[in-house]
């Protein structure tokens, strides 16, 4: 629990601090949390690499888009994929299931999709408040249905 | 940990040998590694055109030289940044380190940039993704293919989170004209990009209405990982785009054969390499699994609204056109008839206003607002939609697209003659369904010969038609959507009458109209059309000859191997000075296939046909081979 907060504390400061640095259109996010079973490609890297183990933080580079995208894991990625889903997300939460619920669990970290996707239903007017609400204010408002409900156990 | 193990396993199995590098430089590793393909003559070129691919100044004709040099840079370097040839091109440097006995002791990851490129994608599986036929636009009327690249191992629960590698031809210029040649000539480049797939669901699921294919590819980790960092090394390069060849599917083959060195892919293409038919061959060589499906927005819709009861349909319509009446609607019904209703209607609305939808536009989200929030007051939580893929359906067990048939006929007031046709590409109505276009025809490259005996004994072999394209879309009307049926076909034929025995003539013909699909799994395909047919000939008064009239067409799917299909048409043409001509064309066409077998299938037609108030009756019995 102790660790989900910390996520959710990092995903608030680092998705209010990315979005001011990218715009709307909500792509580039980047801030990397590796734990539990995420790490096996930093195993790999280090051994195709003859390095020393990766570093923790890294930009972005192939491709010309701006909306070539967020970093692998967690944090910036909620809001970058809130933002892409904005729409299934809105029909699957309404219906309390969905792919991309399941996405959006495993970026939280939540091991059950289904007891989240129940949270996130019963809180569907607390999280897309308005039509007009901006991907960063329903990311913040889903991190409080998550920070409550997700049972993580990473 | 077994992790290291699984991805060093096939660096260290290249047994480091004394052999001589230009032995190194003829391997098949290092020419599918730099896209080199052998001249007609002798020595190789590369695909690759992009300068920055090579490492030396003839790398691009020569791969002994290029191989020299490379090995001289990799063995020079003492440290490693962003931008030298080590981190450019990882997977060159993998290898011959392997091949060369581990000497190289440099740090790939002061490589930064390739590193966060490896570490964004974080790949464990890769599938090769087809997105359907989309006949509105010619560049994507064969579907096109891509990877997709899975972060997770769970079996596609998290396709969300994934990335496509994609390849295709930057567009420059809007004339879609000069964009069509540059695709034939090779005037686009391309290149590799990495999206994150959610943006090609939005694209094509919900966009474009198009189904989504994903196969998984049979490879290990250390397979993927390699593929990673050649997908990296061709960021670095571009291609001359060609679209029948050089295309999308025709890379993915190229890259895939790079990490599987044993299987020839590419070589079996000389001339299309047609999305779908690549993915026939990823399966024939067992690469791929049995493959599933995503459904496009509209498909799902279709699905979900099967079984529903008229009443309940017909208000779900209601609320997606008009989402502020949602609560009177749905005020009789008991919560799970509700949710089916609102869940349908969800699903309806997203169709209806995909294009504003996904712009984002204000107004439609604060009017989809009814529907959401009176689905998320519905305590009924939708059960996982589950998977809809039906094999049959998988483009990965379509036909073969090129065929050629030979048959053997009699019509009357000319007797006997015996037809040979080849067909390059790629579906016709009534070909083998399977995983093939649904109620639709596209054709290019069709030529067809007749070789005739006239009652006075004069024999002549006659080019009978020419066809360069030839598409037929007729998707049914259905409670949701009423599409327009059309037909465009370009090619050249025999004028077909009376006085002109050998009088081939250019054609363009064109018809719209709507069709509609009956019985338990659509056996039953009737299209209405009016039909224009314009005919360049200087036996016609103007040169020419135009034709307008109605055309019906009957398709009867007795079984996947047994099709019929009846078409009839009249057309008024313009008069004509010469007498030549008559000013009507009445034609019907009668035709029966059995496939009895993947690539051999039976044929029978039956034909009449009046010009000048003389009726000619053709029969026909055929054999075609697909192949």
Same mark, same amino acid.
């Given at each position: 629990?102790?660790?989900?907060?910390?996520?959710?504390?990092?995903?608030?400061?680092?998705?209010?601090?990315?979005?001011?640095?990218?715009?709307?259109?909500?792509?580039?996010?980047?801030?990397?949390?590796?734990?539990?079973?995420?790490?096996?490609?930093?195993?790999?890297?280090?051994?195709?690499?003859?390095?020393?183990?990766?570093?923790?933080?890294?930009?972005?580079?192939?491709?010309?888009?701006?909306?070539?995208?967020?970093?692998?894991?967690?944090?910036?990625?909620?809001?970058?994929?809130?933002?892409?889903?904005?729409?299934?997300?809105?029909?699957?939460?309404?219906?309390?299931?969905?792919?991309?619920?399941?996405?959006?669990?495993?970026?939280?970290?939540?091991?059950?999709?289904?007891?989240?996707?129940?949270?996130?239903?019963?809180?569907?007017?607390?999280?897309?408040?308005?039509?007009?609400?901006?991907?960063?204010?329903?990311?913040?408002?889903?991190?409080?249905?998550?920070?409550?409900?997700?049972?993580?156990?990473? | 940990?077994?992790?290291?193990?699984?991805?060093?396993?096939?660096? *260290?199995? +290249? %047994?480091?040998?004394?052999? =001589?590098?230009?032995?190194? $430089?003829?391997?098949?590793?290092?020419? !599918? /590694?730099?896209?080199?393909?052998?001249?007609?003559?002798?020595?190789?070129?590369?695909?690759?055109?992009?300068?920055?691919?090579?490492?030396?100044?003839?790398?691009?004709?020569?791969?002994?030289?290029?191989?020299?040099?490379?090995?001289?840079?990799?063995?020079?370097?003492?440290?490693?940044?962003?931008?030298?040839?080590?981190?450019?091109?990882?997977?060159?440097?993998?290898?011959?380190?392997?091949?060369?006995?581990?000497?190289?002791?440099?740090?790939?990851?002061?490589?930064?940039?390739?590193?966060?490129?490896?570490?964004?994608?974080?790949?464990?599986?890769?599938? *090769?993704? +087809? %997105?359907?036929?989309?006949? =509105?636009?010619?560049?994507? $009327?064969?579907?096109?293919?891509?990877? !997709? /690249?899975?972060?997770?191992?769970?079996?596609?629960?998290?396709?969300?989170?994934?990335?496509?590698?994609?390849?295709?031809?930057?567009?420059?210029?809007?004339?879609?004209?000069?964009?069509?040649?540059?695709?034939?000539?090779?005037?686009?480049?391309?290149?590799?990009?990495?999206?994150?797939?959610?943006?090609?669901?939005?694209?094509?699921?919900?966009?474009?209405?198009?189904?989504?294919?994903?196969?998984?590819?049979?490879?290990?980790?250390?397979?993927?990982?390699?593929?990673?960092?050649?997908?990296?090394?061709?960021?670095?390069?571009?291609?001359?785009?060609?679209?029948?060849?050089?295309?999308?599917?025709?890379?993915?083959?190229?890259?895939?054969?790079?990490?599987?060195?044993?299987? !020839? /892919?590419?070589?079996?293409?000389?001339?299309?390499?047609?999305?779908?038919?690549?993915?026939?061959?990823?399966?024939?060589?067992?690469?791929?699994?049995?493959?599933?499906?995503?459904?496009?927005?509209?498909?799902?819709?279709?699905?979900?609204?099967?079984?529903?009861?008229?009443?309940?349909?017909?208000?779900?319509?209601?609320?997606?056109?008009?989402?502020?009446?949602?609560?009177?609607?749905?005020?009789?019904?008991?919560?799970?008839?509700?949710?089916?209703?609102?869940?349908?209607?969800?699903?309806?609305?997203?169709?209806?206003?995909?294009?504003?939808?996904?712009?984002?536009?204000?107004?439609?989200?604060?009017?989809?607002?009814?529907?959401?929030?009176?689905?998320?007051?519905?305590?009924?939580?939708?059960?996982?939609?589950?998977?809809?893929?039906?094999?049959?359906?998988?483009?990965?067990?379509?036909?073969?697209?090129?065929?050629?048939?030979?048959?053997?006929?009699?019509?009357?007031?000319?007797?006997?003659?015996?037809?040979?046709?080849?067909?390059?590409?790629?579906?016709?109505?009534?070909?083998?369904?399977?995983?093939?276009?649904?109620?639709?025809?596209?054709?290019?490259?069709?030529?067809?010969?007749?070789?005739?005996?006239?009652?006075?004994?004069?024999?002549?072999?006659?080019?009978?038609?020419?066809?360069?394209?030839?598409?037929?879309?007729?998707?049914?009307?259905?409670?949701?959507?009423?599409?327009?049926?059309?037909?465009?076909?370009?090619?050249?034929?025999?004028?077909?009458?009376?006085?002109?025995?050998?009088?081939?003539?250019?054609?363009?013909?064109?018809?719209?109209?709507?069709?509609?699909?009956?019985?338990?799994?659509?056996?039953?395909?009737?299209?209405?059309?009016?039909?224009?047919?314009?005919?360049?000939?200087?036996?016609?008064?103007?040169?020419?000859?135009?034709?307008?009239?109605?055309?019906?067409?009957?398709?009867?799917?007795?079984?996947?191997?047994?099709?019929?299909?009846?078409?009839?048409?009249?057309?008024?043409?313009?008069?004509?000075?010469?007498?030549?001509?008559?000013?009507?064309?009445?034609?019907?066409?009668?035709?029966?296939?059995?496939?009895?077998?993947?690539?051999?299938?039976?044929?029978?037609?039956?034909?009449?046909?009046?010009?000048?108030?003389?009726?000619?009756?053709?029969?026909?019995?055929?054999?075609?081979?697909?192949?």
């Amino acid at each position: 629990m102790k660790k989900l907060i910390v996520v959710v504390t990092l995903a608030l400061m680092t998705s209010s601090a990315f979005a001011a640095k990218y715009g709307s259109a909500g792509c580039g996010l980047g801030s990397l949390i590796f734990e539990g079973d995420q790490t096996w490609w930093k195993q790999v890297l280090a051994a195709t690499t003859n390095g020393t183990s990766g570093a923790q933080t890294f930009g972005i580079t192939l491709g010309t888009s701006n909306c070539d995208s967020p970093a692998p894991l967690k944090v910036g990625q909620a809001e970058a994929f809130v933002e892409a889903n904005k729409v299934a997300l809105a029909n699957d939460i309404a219906r309390g299931n969905g792919e991309t619920i399941v996405g959006l669990s495993k970026v939280y970290g939540c091991n059950n999709s289904g007891e989240f996707g129940q949270a996130l239903k019963s809180n569907y007017s607390s999280i897309f408040t308005t039509a007009s609400a901006s991907s960063t204010e329903i990311t913040h408002n889903i991190n409080n249905v998550a920070a409550s409900s997700c049972n993580t156990q990473i | 940990m077994y992790l290291i193990f699984l991805l060093l396993f096939p660096l *260290i199995s +290249f %047994s480091a040998t004394d052999s =001589s590098h230009d032995k190194l $430089a003829s391997s098949t590793k290092w020419i !599918r /590694l730099l896209h080199y393909k052998k001249n007609l003559i002798s020595g190789y070129t590369s695909e690759a055109d992009g300068k920055e691919f090579f490492l030396h100044p003839d790398g691009k004709t020569d791969p002994v030289k290029e191989l020299r040099r490379t090995i001289e840079i990799f063995s020079s370097a003492t440290t490693v940044k962003d931008g030298d040839p080590v981190c450019k091109f990882p997977l060159r440097y993998k290898w011959l380190n392997s091949e060369l006995g581990m000497k190289w002791k440099l740090d790939l990851s002061l490589c930064t940039t390739y590193v966060s490129f490896f570490s964004k994608l974080a790949a464990r599986r890769a599938s *090769i993704i +087809f %997105s359907s036929y989309y006949l =509105s636009n010619p560049n994507s $009327a064969f579907g096109h293919t891509f990877l !997709r /690249l899975s972060r997770y191992d769970d079996k596609n629960e998290t396709e969300m989170l994934d990335y496509g590698i994609n390849y295709s031809a930057e567009s420059i210029g809007t004339n879609p004209f000069m964009y069509a040649v540059n695709g034939l000539i090779g005037g686009h480049k391309g290149r590799f990009t990495s999206i994150p797939y959610y943006y090609k669901v939005r694209e094509y699921s919900n966009s474009e209405f198009r189904d989504l294919w994903s196969y998984n590819l049979k490879m290990d980790m250390g397979q993927i990982l390699q593929m990673v960092d050649h997908v990296w090394e061709l960021g670095h390069t571009y291609f001359d785009y060609f679209y029948f060849k050089e295309n999308c599917s025709y890379h993915l083959l190229s890259v895939i054969e790079v990490v599987m060195p044993e299987k !020839r /892919l590419t070589d079996t293409y000389s001339f299309f390499a047609i999305p779908a038919d690549t993915i026939r061959l990823l399966r024939q060589e067992g690469l791929i699994d049995e493959g599933r499906k995503r459904e496009s927005t509209y498909s799902k819709l279709i699905r979900m609204s099967d079984g529903m009861t008229g009443k309940d349909l017909d208000h779900a319509k209601r609320i997606s056109k008009k989402p502020a009446e949602t609560n009177n609607l749905i005020a009789g019904m008991n919560d799970k008839e509700a949710a089916q209703v609102l869940d349908v209607s969800l699903e309806a609305f997203d169709y209806f206003n995909a294009a504003k939808i996904l712009s984002d536009d204000l107004k439609t989200k604060e009017i989809k607002n009814n529907i959401l929030f009176a689905r998320a007051k519905n305590p009924i939580i939708t059960a996982d939609d589950g998977n809809n893929t039906n094999p049959n359906d998988s483009p990965a067990i379509s036909h073969s697209p090129t065929r050629a048939e030979l048959s053997q006929g009699y019509e009357s007031h000319n007797g006997q003659f015996t037809r040979l046709e080849f067909r390059a590409s790629h579906h016709d109505l009534l070909d083998p369904p399977k995983g093939s276009l649904k109620d639709a025809q596209l054709e290019i490259g069709k030529i067809s010969f007749r070789h005739k005996e006239f009652a006075y004994n004069k024999q002549s072999l006659q080019i009978e038609k020419l066809t360069l394209i030839s598409i037929k879309n007729l998707p049914g009307q259905n409670f949701w959507a009423s599409p327009q049926a059309w037909e465009l076909e370009v090619g050249a034929k025999q004028l077909d009458q009376i006085r002109c025995m050998d009088c081939p003539g250019t054609f363009f013909m064109g018809s719209l109209g709507n069709s509609i699909e009956l019985g338990k799994h659509k056996k039953f395909l009737m299209a209405v059309l009016i039909n224009a047919d314009m005919t360049l000939h200087n036996a016609f008064e103007e040169n020419f000859l135009l034709g307008l009239g109605p055309k019906t067409y009957i398709r009867y799917k007795f079984t996947d191997r047994f099709l019929s299909g009846i078409e009839a048409s009249y057309l008024w043409n313009t008069t004509s000075k010469s007498h030549l001509f008559t000013n009507q064309d009445t034609r019907i066409n009668w035709e029966s296939r059995f496939h009895a077998s993947e690539s051999t299938s039976y044929v029978l037609k039956l034909a009449t046909h009046e010009s000048g108030s003389v009726w000619f009756n053709t029969a026909q019995l055929g054999i075609q081979l697909f192949y």
